[in-house]
């Protein structure tokens, strides 16, 4: 014991203010290249604050463009093994967004985008409609195609037409499918006026019991359709990230920067596309710079992901040439091997400080993307500035991700890869068959991979990734809710109701942290144990 005379215990807080600073280490003084070099988020903590408040009140908003906010910062990237539709769309309910590959044909990556924004609707404002001469087997190539069978029938088969029927999948159940729609379609329908508000039409779908509601004018032309579908997933999914104005999930779409491109985004926006990510591991380059400049021209409405970038002088240049968000990581994915084979790149978390603490002057979000491989590296990487977390490793094995599951070495796993990869680069070259996604085979298609690295013209082709498997996490429906939670507690235990005040309590100082040495990331995990079981979510 101390022989030093004891302080009275309620003069603790009167003390610890005569300190001249503050426990642990500032974000600048944490991220200082200078002392510390670079650092991943494995090389530090944050240091816990003072809970005052339960989990479920932590408000996990985040902006992930500057005219874009998701309930949760959760994207899949845009991976051809990681996001295709049933990814995007998940996502999208789950709170987050998922960004459709474009190592697809442009074709195939409009569809997807389509059946995104037809999943989840206010008024349906475009719906699908056949007239009374198309047949059963019509209605079948909707649902194969988008996923729903209630569609109605007007004498023109287009909205705007006379409202004449419509047809659902108990229709044209054991109905041969040359039958005419004009002999299977319900002609006694419950309908709502032109002008009628979305509250009031709602309310008349749930008390009608159909399974939609066509908006006629006056005269009974079809405007637009509610679906009761929707109305269970209002209630099923009350963080999906949608539209305000239209209620529709967000969609987006990575393209590259090259000349087809702006054929395949032309595609895209006629599809919905609300966000679209400039697709490129080094995103400092005159293609993406005029790609982008005209993008803002031609589609002002189009919000614009550009990167890859991890420094400020990148940031600034995408900036100036008008981006809405911007992507930060370089070689730091679980499957990329840049930083190995190129020499260049940057540690993740001293990239997302640097960027994020240049673009926020703007007004322009940052993504960190790559490197995240648990709960922690969110919360580290929102702490850093960013707005919202890309996944890759983390969603792949997943049961929406693209592919079949098959066993290796006894274990129960999908094919990942990254799109450095050569197996990416040869994606779609004559001869090679190979293939890992669920997109159809519809012929060539422009690589995405090749051009992502910009290796379009060159005999040999130089891998910045890898192929490999990941095991079985089953579905999104339980790990991204995983993922919420824990991002919920993390920000209990720091001691911050939201992301915003997360982000306001680095730069005030309040939030610190604390370097860890070798031994103390080894202190941190679990050891000492002969065997042990690891759940992460129950």
């Not at 300190?19 to 600048?28: C, I, M, P």
């Not at 779409?253 to 080094?282: E, M, N, Y």
Request: aromatic share 6%; net charge neutral.
């Amino acid at each position: 014991m101390s022989s030093l005379p004891l302080l009275d215990p309620s003069t603790a807080l009167e003390h610890l203010a005569l300190y001249k600073r503050g426990d642990g280490l500032t974000v600048s003084e944490l991220i200082d290249s200078t002392v510390n070099g670079g650092l991943t988020y494995n090389d530090f903590l944050i240091l816990p604050g003072k809970i005052d408040f339960g989990a479920t009140e932590v408000v996990t908003e985040s902006q992930i463009t500057r005219n874009v906010v998701l309930k949760t910062p959760f994207m899949s990237s845009p991976m051809d093994t990681v996001t295709e539709k049933e990814m995007a769309i998940n996502m999208a309910l789950l709170g987050g967004i998922g960004v459709i590959h474009h190592n697809q044909s442009a074709k195939e990556q409009a569809e997807m985008v389509r059946a995104v924004k037809r999943h989840e609707n206010g008024f349906i404002t475009d719906p699908v409609v056949l007239s009374p001469k198309h047949i059963a087997a019509d209605v079948l190539d909707v649902k194969a195609r988008l996923g729903f069978c209630g569609i109605p029938i007007t004498d023109t088969g287009a909205v705007g037409g006379k409202l004449l029927g419509i047809v659902t999948g108990r229709d044209i159940q054991f109905q041969s499918p040359n039958t005419p729609l004009s002999e299977l379609m319900t002609t006694t329908l419950v309908t709502a006026p032109e002008g009628v508000t979305l509250v009031e039409a709602n309310t008349i779908l749930r008390d009608s019991k159909k399974g939609k509601l066509p908006i006629v004018d006056s005269s009974g032309r079809l405007v637009s359709l509610l679906a009761r579908s929707d109305l269970l997933k209002n209630q099923n999914f009350p963080l999906a990230s949608k539209r305000p104005e239209t209620k529709q999930l967000y969609a987006a779409a990575a393209i590259g920067t090259r000349p087809a491109d702006r054929d395949r985004l032309d595609l895209l926006v006629k599809a919905g596309l609300d966000i679209v990510v400039l697709d490129s591991s080094q995103g400092n380059s005159i293609f993406q710079i005029d790609m982008l400049r005209w993008i803002k021209k031609t589609y002002p409405q189009l919000e614009v992901i550009a990167g890859n970038v991890v420094t400020r002088e990148q940031a600034a240049t995408l900036i100036h040439a008008g981006a809405d968000g911007l992507r930060v990581g370089m070689g730091s994915g679980s499957i990329c091997i840049t930083q190995e084979v190129m020499a260049v790149g940057r540690p993740q978390a001293t990239a997302v400080y640097a960027v994020s603490e240049f673009a926020r002057k703007f007004g322009v979000p940052v993504i960190a993307d790559g490197g995240i491989s648990n709960v922690g590296h969110v919360v580290k990487a929102l702490a850093l500035g960013a707005g919202a977390v890309m996944m890759g490793g983390l969603l792949a094995g997943t049961t929406e991700a693209p592919g079949e599951y098959f066993y290796h070495e006894g274990k129960r796993v999908k094919a990942y890869r990254g799109m450095g990869s050569i197996e990416a680069m040869e994606q779609g070259k004559p001869g090679v068959s190979k293939t890992v996604t669920t997109a159809s085979k519809a012929g060539p298609i422009d690589n995405a991979a090749t051009s992502r690295y910009f290796s379009e013209s060159s005999a040999v082709k130089v891998a910045q990734g890898v192929s490999g498997d990941v095991q079985d996490k089953g579905s999104i429906h339980a790990f991204l809710p995983y993922l919420h939670a824990g991002l919920q507690h993390s920000l209990q235990d720091i001691g911050v109701k939201n992301v915003v005040a997360l982000q306001a309590g680095v730069e005030s100082k309040n939030v610190r942290f604390e370097l860890r040495t070798a031994s103390a990331q080894v202190e941190g995990g679990v050891h000492g144990l002969n065997s042990y079981t690891k759940r992460l979510y129950a």
